[in-house]
């Protein structure tokens, strides 16, 4: 459902989506044959302890926030969030009438996403809320791209409202309102029966398939069975590239109010009998990524620019915030560039190509710094042979169309002009 981050067969469908757990999801289970562990979380940790910091941030602030019409106020309180002792993450809603606290948590970056010619797999055991009343009650487990929503993608793995032990997967992408991904309603399976996953923990699975990079798909499991699946013709492919072609943030919430809700009992929620202390608990997260590689298979290469030139880190010093600039092509390391498919970054001498203090205005400088997996790093190929900045909406710029070697690079609004087109390696 609409959700706007508020910072910023049956044998083969086994061996790709782990097998249910209806007990106590305590164990992260090992990736399946030919998959990599990208990233996890048992939730291991003291009764009543907060989730481990350096996975997981917390969201805080009212729920009018986040643009969902949601009621909430999230904050970082473990009486809303925390783990239980026994390998659980438990988030819970408190509160009555019109005035509710619960919790929201993600991870630190966008730090999972699809490699070229592979797929992405992210998967978590989750029993639902089961209150006594449950209108009002929205618990999700989603996925969000890194700057503008919605063309820049969310996943919708896990979501259900008012406690109707059912399960919905949607996507969200192109523009709001309408658009081609029928925002802010997004293209979803609707809310489909759930039995038992308010009782036990149940496996919630989403594929990011980019095994053949002109017809992707993504497809929701329940439990190791597909449920629905969507593809990359429904909404063509530039749209599809710029919302799920990159990394994705993880994100657990337990919402109350809101457009889904309200919209699915065609009432006003949370009401006066909604009851305090639902908890949606998690057993696990886990993401899988399988294919595709990590860099180019050939290794580094030029990076041609306008003019014949150059992508070029100055000096070819490796220091933070040191300028990439334009140069004459001379085969340098300073100009051996690798793109790093997963993470869609681009490396030179172990750094990574960086816009200056994650700005997002025009002529806003780029420069070399640490690789961190933040959203001023993410770079998209797109067809016009630009790299383009999500965050920023914009895309890598040589400066006033020069051709003066030396000359830094910055960001700009795209324009498909010729300054803007750069031939990787």
């Known amino acids: 459902m609409f959700r706007r981050f508020l910072p910023l067969v049956l044998f083969a469908a086994f061996a790709l989506v782990l097998a249910p757990v209806r007990a106590q999801a305590v164990t992260v289970p090992s990736a399946p044959a030919g998959w990599t562990t990208v990233f996890s979380d048992d939730f291991a940790g003291p009764a009543g302890s907060a989730p481990n910091s350096s996975r997981w941030v917390y969201d805080t602030g009212p729920g009018s926030n986040f643009g969902t019409g949601e009621i909430e106020t999230m904050t970082n309180s473990t009486a809303n969030t925390h783990l239980d002792g026994n390998g659980h993450l ?49 618990p999700a487990f989603w996925m969000l791209g890194p700057g503008q929503w919605p063309e820049n993608g969310e996943i919708d793995i896990m979501e259900d409202v008012n406690a109707l032990s059912q399960v919905a997967g ?45 017809a ?26 710029q919302a799920f072609d990159h990394n994705l943030t993880i994100i657990f ?6 457009g889904f809700p309200n919209g699915v009992c065609g009432c006003n929620t949370p009401t006066a009998a909604t009851s305090s202390g639902g908890t949606m608990s998690v057993g696990y997260v886990a993401a899988y990524t399988t294919n595709g590689g990590g860099s180019n298979p050939g290794g580094g290469g030029a ?25 004459t092509c001379n085969g340098t390391p300073a100009q051996q560039w690798t793109f790093v498919q997963a993470g869609t970054t681009l490396h030179v001498l172990g750094k990574c ?16 710094y640490t690789c961190n ?15 383009y900045n999500p965050q920023a909406n914009k895309c890598l710029d040589d400066t006033g169309w020069s051709t003066t070697p030396g000359t830094q690079v910055e960001i700009w609004d795209c324009t498909g002009g010729a300054n803007q087109q750069w031939k990787l390696p």
């Open 90 to 138: 438990n988030i819970t809603a408190l509160g009555s009438g019109g005035s509710w606290t619960s919790g929201r948590i993600h991870t630190p970056s966008a730090l999972v996403g699809a490699p070229a010619g592979g797929k992405l797999q992210v998967t978590a055991s989750i029993q639902q809320p089961n209150p006594a009343n449950g209108l009002g009650y929205w």
């Open 253 to 258: 919430d337990l919402a109350m109010g809101g």
């Open 373 to 387: 997996n933040t959203a001023a790093q993410v770079w998209i190929p797109r067809s016009d042979g630009s790299l």
């Open 353 to 368: 190509l960086d816009i200056n203090g994650g700005g997002t205005a025009n002529g806003t400088a780029v420069d070399l």
């Open 170 to 214: 949607t996507i969200h992408c192109g523009t709001y309102p309408g658009g081609v991904c029928n925002e802010g309603n997004g293209i979803g399976s609707g809310l489909r029966a759930c039995g038992g996953c308010q009782s036990g923990y149940h496996t919630y699975s989403m594929i990011l398939d980019r095994t053949n990079t002109s």
């Open 303 to 327: 990076v041609v620019g306008y003019g014949g030139l150059c992508l070029d880190d100055r000096s070819a010093n490796t220091a933070d915030y040191n300028p990439v600039q334009v140069y």
């Open 216 to 241: 992707e798909t993504i497809t929701w499991y329940l439990d190791g069975a597909a449920y629905f699946s969507v593809n990359e013709s429904q909404v063509g492919a530039a749209t599809w590239q």
